[in-house]
């Protein structure tokens, strides 16, 4: 079967995060190529009437990265599943597996729709060329450019900017400390 990309950037970056599940056990096993599923609760952070396929952009885990990704939503044709998911395969090698972990996805280009295959090694094979095309997409700037929003926090900006550094932590610490002495002083 013929499989057509057509590689569109997003109008607007999708920023999705949530725990890393358990699924099918099916990606590493049947397939080589493991997805972190996020959980079904995460669903409700896509945009309303979004449209099931293959898209790419970053992700951040427990905080390291962004590393590219490519991720799969909708309910894999091939295997018929009942439920929806969206399972981003991280381009990284990993020592472990990381269930449980804090992931933080943004979409920022959309490949094609998901696709039934004749067989397992059509969709193997679709899927090594997904993870092609996506890496070359990535290295353009206009998807570079949106690396760090995989680094958004659900606290918004203001927690973003918290979660993003140590020193920011500090900073805003200091002056807290700075306000509330200069009131206390005041006061006296
Ligand atoms: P499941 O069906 O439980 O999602 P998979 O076979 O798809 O099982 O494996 C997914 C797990 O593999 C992830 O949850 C993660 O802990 C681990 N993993 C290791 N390397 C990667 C990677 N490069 N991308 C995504 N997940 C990875
Ligand atoms: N499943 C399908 O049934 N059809 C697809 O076209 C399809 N494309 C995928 C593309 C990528 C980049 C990834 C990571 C997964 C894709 N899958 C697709 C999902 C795949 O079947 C799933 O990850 C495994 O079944 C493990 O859950
Ligand atoms: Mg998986």
Same mark, same amino acid.
């Given at each position: 079967?013929?499989?057509?990309?057509?590689?569109?950037?997003?109008?607007?970056?999708?920023?999705?995060?949530?725990?890393?599940?358990?699924?099918?056990?099916?990606?590493?096993?049947?397939?080589?190529? %493991?997805?972190?599923?996020?959980?079904?609760?995460?669903? /409700?952070?896509?945009?309303?009437?979004?449209?099931?396929?293959?898209? !790419?952009?970053? *992700?951040?885990?427990?905080?390291?990265?962004?590393?590219?990704?490519?991720?799969?939503?909708?309910?894999?044709?091939?295997?018929?599943?009942?439920?929806?998911?969206?399972? %981003?395969?991280?381009?990284?090698?990993?020592?472990?597996?990381?269930? $449980?972990?804090?992931?933080?996805?943004?979409?920022?280009?959309?490949?094609? %729709?998901?696709?039934?295959?004749?067989?397992?090694?059509?969709?193997?094979?679709?899927?090594?060329?997904?993870?092609?095309? /996506? /890496?070359?997409?990535?290295?353009?700037?206009?998807?570079? *450019?949106?690396?760090?929003?995989?680094?958004?926090? %659900? $606290?918004?900006?203001?927690?973003?900017?918290?979660?993003?550094?140590?020193?920011?932590?500090?900073?805003?610490?200091?002056?807290?400390?700075?306000?509330?002495?200069?009131? !206390?002083?005041?006061?006296?």
């Amino acid at each position: 079967m013929e499989v057509v990309r057509s590689v569109e950037m997003l109008s607007e970056p999708v920023v999705m995060n949530g725990v890393v599940v358990k699924g099918f056990g099916r990606g590493s096993k049947m397939l080589g190529i %493991p997805t972190a599923n996020l959980p079904e609760s995460s669903l /409700s952070q896509l945009p309303h009437d979004w449209r099931t396929g293959i898209y !790419f952009g970053w *992700a951040t885990v427990g905080g390291k990265g962004p590393y590219k990704m490519v991720t799969s939503v909708g309910w894999n044709p091939y295997f018929a599943n009942k439920t929806k998911t969206v399972e %981003p395969h991280l381009l990284n090698e990993f020592k472990e597996d990381f269930y $449980g972990a804090e992931i933080h996805i943004v979409m920022t280009g959309y490949l094609r %729709p998901e696709l039934n295959f004749d067989g397992l090694e059509s969709l193997i094979a679709a899927i090594h060329d997904d993870i092609e095309v /996506s /890496s070359k997409a990535l290295d353009q700037p206009n998807h570079r *450019a949106l690396r760090r929003l995989a680094h958004t926090s %659900p $606290g918004g900006v203001f927690g973003g900017f918290l979660g993003s550094s140590p020193v920011a932590v500090a900073v805003v610490g200091v002056a807290a400390a700075f306000a509330v002495s200069f009131v !206390f002083l005041k006061r006296k």
